[in-house]
């Protein structure tokens, strides 16, 4: 298991003990509590205060059979959570793809950081809410490029309803959500109803919006499971809730017309002065400093997870790195495979200097010795 040198010391490893299971770097920890989605004007804030007037507002549209309509709002839950709370709780087996490091953050063997927002609706089932929405930063280890990056936001939904078949709460989501699109959006858009599947719902759905000629994913749902309701203590036989959980940064790419999901974290003023409270404008993009790339060529091993370099690379460079590529690979006479990266360094706000380059070029090489264990080429 990689142990990254580079490691977190923040507060709350006072009370969540790190251990040997931790694969978080301080690159990602340094963006627990930016809190871009409470920033009235940022466009992630735009977007969740929409949102938030949607589900706060009880006059808005969000039921066909329900009379009261207002909804709870959390935009403060801690991302630091359990395994039990962002996976278990949910029916998410422990061979899932997402219960592994190469995929999600662990601070120890039962903590991790939640990789979506949807690891609070047990929670909050049992403390008795019945409708409510939950906002805030998730996070998942991933590639590196220009719509994938490794904290992002989310709203996830819940409604529970008494004596509703499944088919009828079903309905219910789906008039909610269409109501929620077209009250953000105030334009007519074409959307459409994909079958999806998530361990906590069935049935569910995936909704997709036309933009730009282009079908886009916003959205997962469904009607929770009862086994989810079970672990929340609620009778399956006498209730039914729906469950959504919504993307904020692709949504808000399209509609702000922001080409680069690195630009949400943008400290420059051209980019934070475009935007206003309320209002969805288009982003006018100004001119990028110069892009520099340098290639990495080492021998694999058995152990070797693409994600770990990735990792290892921005925890070094961080936003520094406009993306990771494979370009090569191949084999030796011996069997050995030997595999060559190109990474693109751009930083948003300055020209790099050669100086600055070399330094990092080092490093990184370094770090495929020692943490990844590879042999370089
Ligand atoms: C989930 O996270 C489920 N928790 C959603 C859900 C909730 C289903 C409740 C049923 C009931 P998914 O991994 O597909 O599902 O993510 C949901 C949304 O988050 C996606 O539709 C997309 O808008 C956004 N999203 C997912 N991965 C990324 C990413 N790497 N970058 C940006 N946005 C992402
Ligand atoms: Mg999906």
Redesign the pocket.
Known sequence: MLFFRRIANKGFCNTIQRDEFCNVSTKITDMIGMNLYKQPNHPLGILSNSIKTFFLNDSTPKSQINAKDTFKIYDSLSPIVDVKDCFKD?LVEDSHETMSPKNTYFINKNHVLR????TH?VDLLKKGEEAFISIGD?Y?R?SIDA???PV?H?V???RLYKNQNKEVVFNELKFCLEQLIKSIIKQDIQMRWID?Y?P??DP?A??EILYDNKWL??????V?RDGVLKNANINPELNTA??????????AMTLFNIPD?RLFWSKDKRFLKQFKQNEITKFKSYSKFPTCFKDFSFYINNDFQENDLHELIRSIAGDIVEEVKLKDTFKTKEGKESQCYRVNFRHMDKSLTNEEINILQFKIREGIVNDLKLELR
Do not use: K
Request: net charge negative; charged share 20%.
């Open positions: 949910l990789t979506h927002m949807t609706d998730v998942r991933d719509t994938h990056y992002f989310q996830d939904g819940v999806a998530f906590f719902t569910s995936e909704l994913e916003i959205l997962g749902c469904g929770l729906w469950a959504f959980g919504l993307g904020l940064e692709r949504l999901i």
